[in-house]
T-cell receptor, first 110, second 115 residues
Framework: GENVEQHPSTLSVQEGDSAVIKCTYS??????FPWYKQELGKRPQLIID?????GEKKDQRIAVTLNKTAKHFSLHITETQPEDSAVYFC?????????FGTGTRLQVTL | GAVVSQHPSWVICKSGTSVKIECRSL??????MFWYRQFPKQSLMLMAT?????????EQGVEKDKFLINHASLTLSTLTVTSAHPEDSSFYIC???????????FGPGTRLTVT
């Protein structure tokens, strides 16, 4: 089955700086790579996703890149704000099943 | 759009009793619903996948007779934890996916505490 590794487990950045979270996956059949943001005690919220036929996708301050050859994908958040503080999960899989990474706790400090 | 509700948001039950959790897609038809379990400060672990009108597919290690899943309509799936024990205490979250879509939208979760 799919195995997803996510790094770092915690990340602290100053407001305005950029944050990068990286994930690797193992199953070459995976073709869908979403990123979720989860605040404490709340539901995971889809913030951006990418499919395997695309190398990069951007939505305002958030971007995701995918390297299918190396089987890794990354989340980039620019101009971080305190409200970006949360746990971020990457996932890899297909429409039928997703495997989630272990999560990155992002702390944006003033 | 793509709103998923879950009920109850929290429940406390005694060991040996059963608990039913409902997951509803409010503004779209969910051909597939997923049930996850999340322990504190840990990732989401897929328990089972249910397709409307079909039997659920359980992940390895998940007891299908303990975690009963029903997906009777395109907007409702239920998870029943039977004969609950303290080790079943966890945060249970459902997600739903529409027809011809990849995106999964999550419910708010149900915190189950078994005493």
């Amino acid at each position: 089955g799919e195995n997803v590794e996510q790094h770092p487990s915690t990340l602290s950045v100053q407001e305005g700086d950029s944050a990068v979270i990286k994930c690797t996956y193992s199953d070459s059949a995976s073709n869908y790579f979403p990123w979720y943001k989860q605040e404490l005690g709340k539901r995971p919220q889809l913030i951006i996703d990418i499919r395997s036929n695309v190398g990069e996708k951007k939505d305002q301050r958030i971007a995701v890149t995918l390297n299918k050859t190396a089987k890794h994908f990354s989340l980039h958040i620019t101009e971080t704000q305190p409200e970006d503080s949360a746990v971020y999960f990457c996932a890899a899989g297909t429409a039928s099943k997703l495997t989630f990474g272990t999560g990155t706790r992002l702390q944006v400090t003033l | 759009g793509a709103v998923v509700s879950q009920h109850p948001s929290w429940v406390i039950c005694k060991s040996g009793t059963s608990v039913k959790i409902e997951c509803r897609s409010l503004d779209f038809q969910a051909t597939t619903m997923f049930w996850y379990r999340q322990f504190p400060k840990q990732s989401l672990m897929l328990m089972a996948t249910s397709n409307e009108g079909s039997k659920a597919t359980y992940e390895q290690g998940v007891e299908k007779d303990k975690f009963l899943i029903n997906h009777a309509s395109l907007t409702l799936s239920t998870l029943t934890v039977t004969s609950a024990h303290p080790e079943d205490s966890s945060f249970y979250i459902c997600s739903a996916r529409g027809t011809s879509a990849y995106e999964q939208y999550f419910g708010p979760g149900t915190r189950l505490t078994v005493t």
